[in-house]
Protein backbone atom coordinates (compact mmCIF):
# COMPACT_ATOMS: atom_id res chain seq x y z
CA UNK A 1 0.00 0.00 0.00
CA UNK A 2 1.51 3.13 -1.34
CA UNK A 3 -0.07 6.88 -1.80
CA UNK A 4 1.65 9.32 -4.00
CA UNK A 5 2.27 12.93 -4.59
CA UNK A 6 3.76 14.47 -7.57
CA UNK A 7 4.85 18.48 -6.25
CA UNK A 8 7.36 20.73 -7.74
CA UNK A 9 5.46 21.80 -10.85
CA UNK A 10 4.95 25.22 -12.43
CA UNK A 11 6.01 27.11 -15.14
CA UNK A 12 9.39 27.49 -16.77
CA UNK A 13 10.70 29.33 -19.35
CA UNK A 14 11.89 26.98 -22.48
CA UNK A 15 15.63 26.10 -22.26
CA UNK A 16 15.26 26.11 -18.39
CA UNK A 17 15.66 23.11 -15.90
CA UNK A 18 12.69 21.91 -13.14
CA UNK A 19 12.78 19.10 -10.55
CA UNK A 20 9.78 17.13 -9.66
CA UNK A 21 9.23 15.24 -6.58
CA UNK A 22 7.35 11.98 -5.74
CA UNK A 23 6.66 11.74 -2.76
CA UNK A 24 5.90 8.25 -0.81
CA UNK A 25 3.62 7.18 2.58
CA UNK A 26 3.81 3.84 2.84
CA UNK A 27 6.17 1.37 4.87
CA UNK A 28 7.33 -0.92 1.16
CA UNK A 29 8.59 2.46 -1.36
CA UNK A 30 11.86 0.61 -1.15
CA UNK A 31 10.51 -2.47 -2.82
CA UNK A 32 8.78 -0.64 -5.98
CA UNK A 33 10.12 0.82 -8.96
CA UNK A 34 9.08 4.15 -9.81
CA UNK A 35 7.77 5.21 -13.42
CA UNK A 36 7.24 9.01 -14.66
CA UNK A 37 4.27 9.63 -17.23
CA UNK A 38 2.89 12.34 -18.96
CA UNK A 39 -0.26 13.58 -20.36
CA UNK A 40 -0.81 16.65 -22.72
CA UNK A 41 -4.47 17.48 -24.11
CA UNK A 42 -5.33 15.78 -26.78
CA UNK A 43 -2.72 13.10 -26.26
CA UNK A 44 -1.80 9.81 -25.08
CA UNK A 45 0.13 9.28 -21.88
CA UNK A 46 3.58 8.99 -22.81
CA UNK A 47 6.27 7.44 -20.93
CA UNK A 48 8.74 9.68 -19.37
CA UNK A 49 11.45 7.81 -17.62
CA UNK A 50 11.54 5.14 -14.68
CA UNK A 51 14.22 4.06 -12.09
CA UNK A 52 14.55 0.54 -10.40
CA UNK A 53 13.27 -0.16 -6.51
CA UNK A 54 17.61 0.42 -5.88
CA UNK A 55 18.30 3.17 -8.37
CA UNK A 56 20.74 0.89 -9.99
CA UNK A 57 19.30 1.16 -13.42
CA UNK A 58 16.74 3.59 -15.40
CA UNK A 59 14.64 4.20 -18.18
CA UNK A 60 13.74 7.10 -20.72
CA UNK A 61 11.64 7.71 -23.27
CA UNK A 62 13.75 8.72 -26.66
CA UNK A 63 11.65 12.21 -26.50
CA UNK A 64 13.38 13.09 -23.10
CA UNK A 65 16.34 10.71 -23.24
CA UNK A 66 20.02 12.99 -22.60
CA UNK A 67 18.07 16.14 -20.97
CA UNK A 68 15.87 14.08 -18.13
CA UNK A 69 17.26 12.37 -15.66
CA UNK A 70 15.39 10.35 -12.74
CA UNK A 71 16.14 9.51 -9.09
CA UNK A 72 15.39 8.02 -5.88
CA UNK A 73 16.25 8.36 -2.07
CA UNK A 74 14.58 5.72 -0.37
CA UNK A 75 15.51 6.56 3.26
CA UNK A 76 13.23 9.71 2.78
CA UNK A 77 10.23 7.92 0.54
CA UNK A 78 11.25 10.43 -2.69
CA UNK A 79 11.66 10.23 -6.15
CA UNK A 80 12.96 12.59 -8.41
CA UNK A 81 12.89 13.69 -11.93
CA UNK A 82 15.32 16.56 -13.11
CA UNK A 83 14.06 17.98 -16.47
CA UNK A 84 16.99 20.21 -18.46
CA UNK A 85 16.90 21.62 -21.37
CA UNK A 86 12.66 22.26 -21.35
CA UNK A 87 10.80 22.68 -24.46
CA UNK A 88 7.44 23.21 -25.51
CA UNK A 89 6.64 20.06 -25.82
CA UNK A 90 7.13 18.83 -22.59
CA UNK A 91 4.17 20.59 -21.49
CA UNK A 92 2.09 18.33 -19.73
CA UNK A 93 0.56 16.82 -16.58
CA UNK A 94 3.49 14.79 -15.07
CA UNK A 95 2.60 11.55 -12.91
CA UNK A 96 4.64 9.14 -11.09
CA UNK A 97 3.74 5.33 -10.27
CA UNK A 98 4.67 2.73 -8.19
CA UNK A 99 4.77 -0.78 -9.43
CA UNK A 100 6.53 -4.22 -8.73
CA UNK A 101 9.12 -3.61 -11.70
CA UNK A 102 10.38 -0.21 -13.47
CA UNK A 103 8.30 -0.64 -17.12
CA UNK A 104 7.59 1.91 -20.03
CA UNK A 105 4.33 0.16 -19.70
CA UNK A 106 1.90 2.11 -17.52
CA UNK A 107 -0.19 -0.89 -17.00
CA UNK A 108 2.15 -2.67 -15.16
CA UNK A 109 1.88 0.42 -12.62
CA UNK A 110 0.09 -0.26 -9.19
CA UNK A 111 0.25 2.86 -7.56
CA UNK A 112 -0.15 6.76 -9.15
CA UNK A 113 -0.22 9.70 -8.12
CA UNK A 114 -2.65 12.59 -8.73
CA UNK A 115 -0.33 14.72 -11.09
CA UNK A 116 0.98 17.87 -11.46
CA UNK A 117 1.24 20.45 -13.93
CA UNK A 118 4.38 21.23 -16.08
CA UNK A 119 4.25 24.49 -18.08
CA UNK A 120 7.08 25.77 -20.83
CA UNK A 121 6.65 29.50 -21.37
CA UNK A 122 8.07 31.28 -24.17
Known amino acids: QLQLKETGGGVVQAGGSMRLSCVASGRFFKDYGVGWFRRAPGKEREFVASIRWDGSETMYGDSVKGRFTASRDNANNMAYLQMDSLGFDDTAEYLC???????????????WGQGTQVTVSS
Open 97 to 111: AAGPFYSRDHSLYQF
